[in-house]
C-alpha cells in the first residue's frame, strides 16, 4: 500500500474511533439524565403505564388494568418489613445493586442450564418494571 493511502486511511480510522467513543458517552449521558429526570418525576407522580404493561398489552394481548397505589406509610410496618425482606433481604445493607446476589444467581442459572434464577434488587425490579421488557438475561442486569 503506498504510503499517500495510508496516510488517508489513518485519519478516517481516527475520526471513526473518536465517533464511536463520542456516541457511547452520548448515549449513556442520555441515559444518566433520562433517569435521572424520570427518577425526580416519579418521586411527584405515580406512573400511569409501566414498560411490562405496555409490553403485556402489545404482544399478549393483555389488557391493561389501572393500578391502585397504597402508600407506604399506609400499609402495616409489618407488611413492608415483609415485602422487603422477601423481595430483597439486604436492601438495606447495598447500594442499589447485590452483586453478590447476582454472582450467585448465575452460578445457579449455570448449573440449571437456563435462566430460572434471578439476583434483582428491589431498585433494579422497579427500573425494570417500569422501563424494560420482561426478557431475561444477564446484560440487562
Same mark, same amino acid.
Given at each position: #500500500? &503506498? *504510503?499517500?493511502?495510508? $496516510?488517508?486511511?489513518r485519519? !478516517?480510522w481516527?475520526?471513526c474511533l @473518536?465517533? =464511536? +467513543?463520542w456516541?457511547? !458517552?452520548?448515549f449513556?449521558?442520555?441515559?444518566? %439524565?433520562t433517569g435521572a429526570v ?5 418521586k411527584f407522580?405515580n406512573p400511569?403505564?409501566?414498560?411490562? #404493561?405496555?409490553?403485556? #398489552?402489545v404482544?399478549d *394481548?393483555? /389488557?391493561?388494568?389501572q393500578n391502585?397505589? +397504597? &402508600?407506604?406509610n399506609k400499609? &402495616?410496618?409489618? +407488611?413492608s418489613? #415483609? !415485602?422487603?425482606s422477601?423481595?430483597d433481604? $439486604?436492601?438495606y =445493607?447495598h447500594?442499589? @445493586? *447485590?452483586?453478590?446476589?447476582i454472582? =450467585?444467581?448465575?452460578k445457579r $442459572?449455570? /448449573?440449571?442450564?437456563y435462566?430460572?434464577?434471578?439476583g434483582? =434488587? @428491589?431498585t433494579?425490579? %422497579?427500573v ?6 420482561? *426478557? ?6
Open positions: #500500500m &503506498p *504510503d499517500k493511502e495510508k $496516510n488517508r486511511l485519519p !478516517l481516527k475520526k @473518536i465517533w =464511536t +467513543v456516541s457511547v !458517552l452520548f449513556h449521558g442520555f441515559v444518566i %439524565l424520570f427518577a425526580v418525576a416519579y407522580i400511569p403505564y409501566s414498560a411490562f #404493561m405496555l409490553y403485556r #398489552m404482544f *394481548d393483555q /389488557k391493561i388494568y391502585k397505589f +397504597v &402508600p407506604v400499609l &402495616p410496618r409489618s +407488611v418489613r #415483609m !415485602l422487603v422477601v423481595e433481604g $439486604n436492601f =445493607t447500594c442499589g @445493586i *447485590d452483586f453478590k446476589a454472582e =450467585t444467581a448465575r $442459572n449455570e /448449573k440449571a442450564g435462566n430460572k434464577f434471578g434483582s =434488587t @428491589i433494579q425490579q %422497579l425494570k418494571t417500569l422501563f424494560l421488557v420482561p *426478557d431475561k438475561f444477564l446484560v440487562r442486569k
